[in-house]
C-alpha cells in the first residue's frame, strides 16, 4: 500500500465531527509531519479531503463536509455575534471590492476585539480565495515606537543602511512582509503624521520606500486594516482619512447581547482547553459571574480573566489539589465574582442560557460545551422534636415514657409527611424552591438507593427527599443541632435502610460540602422505610398568599416577580389603585374568593393603612382563617410563596416569612462560629534536615488527603536534632490531639507514625485518611450521643466506648469501617445508658449455641467489657456480649483484614 493509500485509510479511521490534524495522522502511522501534511495536502487537490479551520488546519473527508463546515468562518462568527451584523458585512464587502479588496479602520473601546476581528477578515479572505492559503496577516502596534518617530517608520517601511545612526544593514520593512496578505495597524492614531503621510502612496499606487532610500520604489500588494480607540477626525490627518474609505464600528460589551457574552465565554474556554488538550470543566456559578460582572476592559479583559482562572484551575490540578482543571465560583477573583450579586437583574437571563438545573458546565477542545451532569419550616421533623421534647421534658416526662412518644411523633410525622409531599406541585418546581445543588445531590442518592433496595423510587420520595435535605441543610448553616432521639432504635429496626443511609450522609457531604450529623441517617432511614407506603389525606389545602397593595401595578408587580423565580403562577396580586376606596378593593377581594370557591387559609401580605385590617372582615364572612403581615417586600412575597408551595400551615408560614430579614444574619453568625474552632487535631511532620523538608511533605499530605482543616491540620516541625522532639510533642498536645506523625527517624510513642519514604511513595496516605475518617465518624458521634444519653455523661461515654473498640480490634487485628462503627458505639452508649437506669437487656436467642460457636471472640469481647463494667458499675451480661459480638462476626472481621 502507498503511503498516501495509509494516510488516506487513517484519515477515514480517525476522522471526527470537528476535523483530523496532520500531526495526529503522523503519531498514528508512525510518519513525520511533513509526509502526512503532504499526502493530505495532495488528497486535497484530489478532491478526496477539504481543510477545515486555522491555527491548527484540520484535514476532513469530503463526504463528511456538513453544510455548517462548507461556511466560512466570519458567517459562523456572526451567527453567535448579531450584534456584529454591519461590522461584518463591511468587512465582506471590503474583501471582495475589486482589485484587491479596500482599506478598513476599526473603531472601537480598549478590548472590544479589534485585533480578532482582524483576524477573522484575513480568514475570511483566504477561505474565499482572496488570498492564498500562506499569505501573511501581520500585526504593528504603533504604540511601541511613538516616542521614537524614525525608528517607527523604519520598522513600517525598513531602511536602507546609514539612513540613521546604527542602521548598519539594509533592513525589510513590516510592509514588505506583509505582500500579499493583511498589514493590521493597531493604535493607529500614535503614528506620526510622517508616518501616515509615508502610507498615501503605498495606499494610492501599492508602492513605498524604504527609510533613507530616495530612487527605489518598491511594491506591496498589502490590504491595510488599521484601528484606534480614539475619534479618528480629531487624531488623523484628513488627507489619511479619505484614503480609507471603510470604517467599520464594534460595539463594547454591554451594547452587546447576553447571548453573544455567553458566546464569547464559551468561546475562551474552549480555546484554553485546546491550549491544555484536557477538558475544563466550569460552575454554573462561576459562568454567572462572567455573565455578568463589571467587565470595562471588554471582551480583551473578560478573555484575560478567564485565562487566568483557567491557569489557576490548571495549577491546582497539576499540583494535585484538584482531580480535574475545574472553575469553581470561590476561586475566581471578587471583581468577577461581584457578577453573582447582579442576580435580581440577570436571573431571567441566567435561566435562558445557562439552564441552572444543570451544576457546571464541560468545555472539550473539539467540542461545543456540554452540560453535566435553603431556609427553615416548623413544619419539618427538627423543630417538632424540640417542640415535643420541650414539652414533654416541662411536662416531667423521663426514660420510657418520653421514648415512646417521641417514638410515636416521629412515626406519625413521617406517615403525615409523605400526604403533603404527594400535593406538591411537579419535580421541575422543586428546583426552584431547594435549589439546583440539592436536585442533583437528591438524583444521585435516588439513584444510589434504588440500586441496593432493588426497587424504583416514588416521585414523593424524591420530591420528600429534596423538600427534607433542603431543611437540614438551611439548619446546619445556622448552626442548629440535629437531633434524632430515637436513632438506635431507628437503627436496629430498620437496619438494611439505615446502612444505606449511612452511605447517603456521605454523598450529601461531597456534592453540597457540609458536615452531616449521624442523627440525619435516622430520618432519611424513614423516608425510605415510609416510601411507596399509602397515606390518607389529613390536611386541607395549602395556604394562599394574596398581595394588597396601593398603587395601579404595585401588588401584581411583586407576585409576578415571585411567581417568575420560582416558576410557578402561586401568589396573587390585587392592586389597590390610590384613587380607589377600600371598600371597593375588599369588594373585588371577595369576588375573587366566591368566584375561586377559596377554602383555603390565607396569608395576607399588604403595604400600609386599612388594607391590614382586610384579614378579620375576611374571616368573619368566609369562615377562612387569616393572618396579615404588613410593610410587605417582593422578598416577602417570595419567601412567603416559597413556604406555601411547601405544604406548611398559615402560622408556619406567617412566622417564616417574619424571619426574613434575619436569614442574612443568620448565615453571617454560623460563618463567624465556624471560624472560630479551637483544638485541632493535628498531622505532625517532623524533620532535621531543615524546615524545608518538613513543608515539602506537608505539601504532599494536603494534596492526597481529604480532610476539613477546621478540625485537622498538617503542621511542619523543624528539629535540630532528636533530643527534644519529645519535648515539643507534649506542648503541642497540651492543647491539640496529635493524629499522626510522619518523621524521618522512629520516635518512641504510641501515636501512630510513618516514615518519609511511606508518605512520598504514597503507601501511607491510605493509612493516614482511615485515621481521618475514624475521627470524622467519632466526632460527630459525640453530639449524637449527648442527645441519646440520660444516664451517664456522653463525652466521657464515648472516650470509654473508643478505648473498648480498639482494644477488640487490637485482639482480633482489624479495623472496623466508618459505618459499623457507627453501629457499634451506639449501641454500646445505649447499652451502658440502659443499664445504669436500670433497664434490662433483651435475651439473644440461641445464646449458648453462638457463644459456643464463636468462643474466641466471645473471651476477647467479655474480657473488654470488663473496664466497662468497673467504671461505670454495671453488669454486661452474656445476652449483651453476644449482641456485641454480632458487629464483630467473622464476617466482618474477613472484610476488613483483606481491605
Same mark, same amino acid.
Given at each position: ?9 487513517k ?39 477539504v ?6 488546519v ?14 466560512p ?24 471590492y ?11 473601546? +480598549?478590548?472590544v476585539g ?12 483566504i ?44 533592513k ?18 500614535? %503614528? ?10 503605498l495606499?494610492? #499606487?501599492?508602492?513605498?520606500?524604504r ?12 490590504? $491595510? ?11 488623523? %490627518? ?29 468561546? &475562551? ?7 491544555l ?39 491546582? &490540578? ?6 480535574? $482543571? ?35 458546565y ?9 452540560? %453535566? ?18 414539652e ?22 413521617f406517615?403525615?409527611?409523605?400526604? #403533603? ?26 439513584k ?6 432493588k426497587?424504583?423510587?416514588?416521585k ?8 427534607? /435535605? ?6 446546619i448553616?445556622?448552626?442548629? #443541632? ?18 444505606i ?15 452531616m450529623?449521624i ?14 407506603k ?13 398581595? $394588597? ?22 401568589a396573587?396580586g ?29 396569608l ?7 388594607l391590614?385590617t382586610?384579614?378579620?372582615?375576611i374571616?368573619?364572612? &368566609? ?5 396579615t ?33 434575619a ?28 524546615e524545608?523538608s ?14 476539613d482543616?477546621? $478540625? ?19 506542648? /503541642? ?75 477488640i480490634e ?5 479495623k ?48 473488654s467489657?470488663?473496664?466497662?463494667? +468497673? ?5 454486661i ?16 472481621? %474477613?472484610s476488613?483484614?483483606?481491605?
Open positions: 500500500m502507498k503511503r498516501i493509500d495509509a494516510v488516506y485509510q484519515l477515514k479511521e480517525l476522522d471526527k465531527r470537528t476535523g483530523v490534524s496532520a500531526s495526529e495522522i503522523a503519531d498514528s502511522l508512525g510518519l513525520s509531519r511533513a509526509n502526512a501534511s503532504n499526502d493530505l495536502n495532495k488528497l486535497c487537490k484530489e478532491g478526496k479531503a481543510k477545515v479551520g486555522k491555527k491548527p484540520l484535514f476532513k473527508l469530503v463526504e463528511d463536509i456538513s453544510e455548517d463546515d462548507k461556511k468562518s466570519l458567517d459562523k462568527f456572526l451567527e453567535k455575534n448579531p450584534s456584529l451584523f454591519s461590522a461584518v458585512e463591511q468587512a465582506k464587502a471590503a474583501i471582495l475589486p482589485p484587491h479588496g479596500m482599506h478598513m479602520l476599526i473603531l472601537g473601546e +480598549t478590548g479589534k485585533s480578532m476581528f482582524a483576524e477573522l477578515i484575513h480568514g475570511y479572505a477561505e474565499i480565495g482572496r488570498m492564498s492559503e500562506d499569505s501573511p496577516f501581520i500585526v504593528f502596534n504603533c504604540a511601541d515606537y511613538a516616542n521614537n518617530p524614525q525608528l517607527l517608520v523604519s520598522q513600517l517601511f525598513g531602511c536602507q543602511k546609514g539612513a540613521y545612526t546604527g542602521a548598519d544593514c539594509d525589510a520593512g513590516l510592509i514588505e512582509k506583509a505582500d500579499g496578505g493583511i498589514f493590521f495597524l493597531d493604535e493607529i492614531h500614535r %503614528l506620526p503624521p510622517e508616518g501616515q503621510e509615508m502610507l498615501f502612496t495606499m494610492d #499606487k501599492g508602492t513605498f520606500r527609510l533613507g532610500e530616495s530612487d527605489i520604489d518598491r511594491k506591496s500588494n498589502a490590504l $491595510i486594516i488599521s484601528a484606534t480607540t480614539e475619534n479618528p477626525n480629531s487624531i488623523l %490627518l484628513n488627507t489619511f482619512m479619505r484614503r480609507i474609505p471603510m470604517i467599520i464600528r464594534l460595539p463594547n460589551l454591554k451594547e452587546r447581547s447576553m447571548e453573544e457574552r455567553f458566546n464569547l465565554i464559551c468561546h &475562551f474556554i474552549r480555546e484554553e482547553s485546546s491550549k488538550s484536557r477538558q475544563i470543566i466550569v460552575s454554573v456559578n462561576s459562568m454567572k459571574a462572567f455573565l455578568s460582572y463589571n467587565c470595562p476592559n471588554n471582551i480583551g479583559q473578560l478573555k484575560t480573566d478567564i485565562q487566568l482562572a483557567c491557569a489557576k484551575a490548571y495549577a491546582d &490540578f497539576i499540583l494535585n489539589k484538584k482531580e480535574e $482543571i475545574k472553575i469553581s465560583s470561590i476561586d475566581l477573583p471578587q471583581h468577577i465574582r461581584n457578577g453573582l450579586y447582579m442576580e435580581t437583574e440577570h436571573r431571567q437571563l441566567w435561566n435562558k442560557f445557562l439552564e441552572i438545573n444543570k451544576r457546571y464541560v468545555f472539550d477542545k473539539n467540542e461545543e460545551s456540554i452540560l %453535566l451532569e435553603g431556609d427553615e419550616s416548623k413544619d419539618n421533623i427538627y423543630e417538632i422534636i424540640d417542640l415535643k421534647m420541650r414533654l421534658k416541662s411536662k416531667g416526662l423521663t426514660g420510657k415514657e418520653l421514648d415512646r412518644e417521641m417514638e410515636k411523633d416521629i412515626r406519625d410525622y406517615k403525615k409527611y409523605f400526604y #403533603k409531599v404527594n400535593k406538591m406541585i411537579d419535580v421541575s418546581d422543586i428546583e426552584n424552591i431547594v435549589g439546583v445543588e440539592i436536585i442533583k445531590t437528591v438524583e444521585e442518592i435516588i444510589f438507593a434504588e440500586k441496593q433496595m426497587k424504583e423510587s416514588s414523593e420520595l424524591y420530591c420528600g427527599m429534596a423538600l427534607h /435535605i433542603y431543611n437540614a441543610v438551611e439548619r448553616k445556622r448552626n442548629r #443541632k440535629i437531633i434524632n432521639p430515637q436513632l438506635n432504635k431507628i437503627r436496629t429496626e430498620h437496619s438494611k435502610e439505615f446502612n443511609a449511612l452511605d447517603c450522609l456521605k454523598i450529601i457531604e461531597r456534592t453540597l460540602d457540609i458536615s450529623p442523627d440525619e441517617a435516622g430520618f432519611l432511614t424513614m423516608l425510605f422505610v415510609y416510601d411507596g399509602e397515606v390518607k389525606d389529613q390536611e386541607n389545602e395549602n395556604v394562599k398568599v394574596i398581595v $394588597i397593595a396601593h398603587g395601579n401595578a404595585t401588588a401584581t408587580s411583586m407576585a409576578e416577580t415571585a411567581n417568575s423565580l420560582l416558576g410557578t403562577k402561586y396573587i390585587i392592586n389597590a389603585p390610590l384613587d380607589e376606596k377600600p371598600q371597593q378593593v375588599i369588594s373585588r377581594l371577595k369576588t375573587y374568593l366566591k368566584n375561586t370557591n377559596l377554602k383555603s387559609d390565607i395576607f401580605l399588604v403595604d400600609m393603612g386599612s391590614a382586610f384579614g378579620e372582615e374571616e368573619k364572612e &368566609f369562615g377562612i382563617r387569616t393572618k403581615i404588613p410593610l410587605v417586600s417582593t422578598l416577602h412575597v417570595i419567601e412567603a410563596t416559597r413556604k406555601a408551595m411547601m405544604g406548611n400551615s398559615l402560622d408556619e408560614v406567617y412566622d417564616e416569612t417574619l424571619k426574613v430579614n436569614f442574612i444574619e443568620s448565615d453571617r453568625q454560623s460563618e463567624d462560629m465556624s471560624s472560630q474552632v479551637r483544638g485541632k487535631m493535628l498531622i505532625a511532620t517532623i524533620c532535621t534536615t531543615g524545608g518538613a513543608v515539602a511533605i506537608k505539601n504532599i499530605l494536603e494534596q492526597h488527603l481529604d480532610y482543616d477546621n $478540625i485537622f491540620e498538617i503542621v511542619p516541625i523543624n528539629l535540630v536534632g532528636a533530643e527534644n522532639v519529645y519535648s515539643k510533642l507534649r506542648n /503541642i498536645e497540651k492543647e491539640n490531639k496529635v493524629l499522626c506523625i510522619v518523621s524521618s527517624f522512629k520516635i518512641d510513642t504510641s501515636i501512630p507514625q510513618y516514615g518519609l519514604h511511606e508518605v512520598l511513595s504514597l503507601e501511607a496516605i491510605k493509612s493516614i485518611q482511615k485515621l481521618i475518617d475514624v475521627e470524622n465518624t467519632y466526632l460527630k458521634m459525640g453530639d449524637t450521643l449527648s442527645n441519646q444519653l440520660k444516664n451517664i455523661n456522653s463525652k466521657e461515654a464515648l472516650k470509654d466506648i473508643r478505648k473498648f473498640i480498639s482494644s487490637n485482639e482480633l487485628n482489624m472496623v469501617d466508618s459505618n459499623a462503627l457507627i453501629g457499634i458505639a451506639l449501641h454500646i452508649a445505649c447499652m451502658i445508658d440502659k443499664l445504669r437506669g436500670g433497664d434490662s437487656v433483651d435475651e439473644f436467642f440461641n445464646r449458648e449455641e453462638y457463644i459456643l460457636q464463636n468462643y474466641e471472640l466471645y473471651y476477647i469481647v467479655k474480657k467489657c470488663e473496664s466497662l463494667n +468497673t467504671k461505670y458499675d454495671i453488669s451480661l452474656d445476652d449483651e456480649i453476644c449482641y456485641i459480638m454480632t458487629f464483630f462476626n467473622y464476617k466482618t472481621i %474477613l476488613n483484614t483483606l481491605n
